[in-house]
């Protein structure tokens, strides 16, 4: 699927719950989220029915997402019938990894490929506060589980936020000297109500970050990419180390002429731009008992609404009309 802009849409981001085991304080605000209902949310059989019908257009790759997808009932079963789909040839994770020691061996029997875990600070007191009362250990026993069952690579996702995390940038990087890991450091986005970073910290662009950690390693960019998984973030090996580091710059240096996605949301909203707020309704057509030439054609519709840039660079006032991250999906 082409856009107006010649981008080629291949990529979709599918949030299954806005339910989450953890209240992060970049994703919801102080004071909470009103969440969905079981009937507002999309069912998994309808979930498989949109993702097989965008793979007939062009669809090669799916991330499942929420709020937290292993909290969702069923969530092993749903991933295998997703792999079952022709065609199909990439399913990934995103998760905050508290569940992760439990389910990672069943989640890479069913077809998950690679696994993202999100992961803002090494220091148990911090990341505690930052998620407000989030279990660092289980995260790190999730991770140590992941790679014994044989995910790689393992990516940690790590939101860079000045005044939190920036003083942990070592901490993480030697993460990816002394594992296989992939560290990635992302720029912090204000998206929707976020009032709730107040005590925590702010935006720092990721280019002070790579300042501070060439003062201490050799850093090599990677170059021939095409046959990786790196979407828009820009990685280097590690003199001497076992893994890779990366950063990803939405804020900064934005990656939107090579966008290739669309977010699917957990109430069935097809999303054309993480930082806009035009959707197309799915649900609705579902739940009317649209055939598949009309779904196909509601795909397009969202194609073709999809902007030449994010909306990042607008006024607080504007992000602050956006859905937050977790009704999203992340």
Not at 18 to 24: E, G, S
Not at 231 to 251: D, H, Q, S, T
Not at 273 to 282: A, F, G, H, R, T
């Amino acid at each position: 699927m082409l856009d107006k802009f010649n981008r080629e849409i291949n990529y979709l981001r599918v949030s299954i719950t806005d339910r989450c085991n953890l209240h992060c304080r970049y994703c919801r605000p102080k004071e909470g989220i009103s969440l969905q209902g079981h009937d507002d949310i999309l069912r998994y059989e309808e979930i498989i029915r949109i993702v097989s019908v965008a793979v007939k257009m062009g669809l090669v790759k799916v991330r499942v997402t929420g709020g937290e997808p292993l909290v969702r009932r069923g969530f092993v079963n749903f991933i295998a019938e997703l792999k079952n789909i022709d065609g199909l040839q990439d399913i990934s994770l995103t998760t905050n990894g508290i569940l992760l020691e439990e389910f990672a061996q069943g989640i890479i029997d069913a077809g998950i490929s690679r696994i993202n875990i999100s992961l803002d600070s090494l220091n148990k007191d911090k990341y505690s506060h930052i998620t407000n009362g989030g279990d660092l250990d289980a995260v790190l026993r999730g991770i140590a589980r992941a790679e014994e069952v044989g995910f790689s690579p393992i990516k940690i996702n790590t939101v860079a936020i000045k005044g939190f995390n920036d003083d942990e940038a070592l901490d993480f990087v030697r993460l990816a000297v002394d594992k296989p890991f992939q560290v990635r450091f992302i720029e912090l986005m204000r998206v929707g109500q976020q009032t709730n970073l107040d005590d925590v910290g702010d935006y720092m662009p990721t280019s002070q970050l790579i300042d501070r950690i060439k003062k201490k390693y050799e850093l090599e960019p990677i170059k021939n990419k095409k046959k990786r998984s790196d979407g828009p973030a820009r990685i280097f090996k590690i003199k001497g180390g076992r893994g890779e580091i990366g950063f990803i710059n939405p804020v900064s240096d934005h990656f939107c002429s090579t966008c290739n996605r669309l977010r699917l949301t957990s109430d069935g909203k097809l999303r054309v731009c993480l930082l806009n707020e035009k959707e197309v309704d799915l649900k609705k057509a579902l739940r009317e008992n649209c055939n598949d030439a009309e779904l196909e054609k509601l795909f397009w519709d969202a194609v073709l609404l999809k902007p030449k840039q994010h909306d990042l660079i607008c006024t607080e006032n504007t992000l602050k009309k956006c859905r937050n991250m977790s009704a999203i999906g992340g």
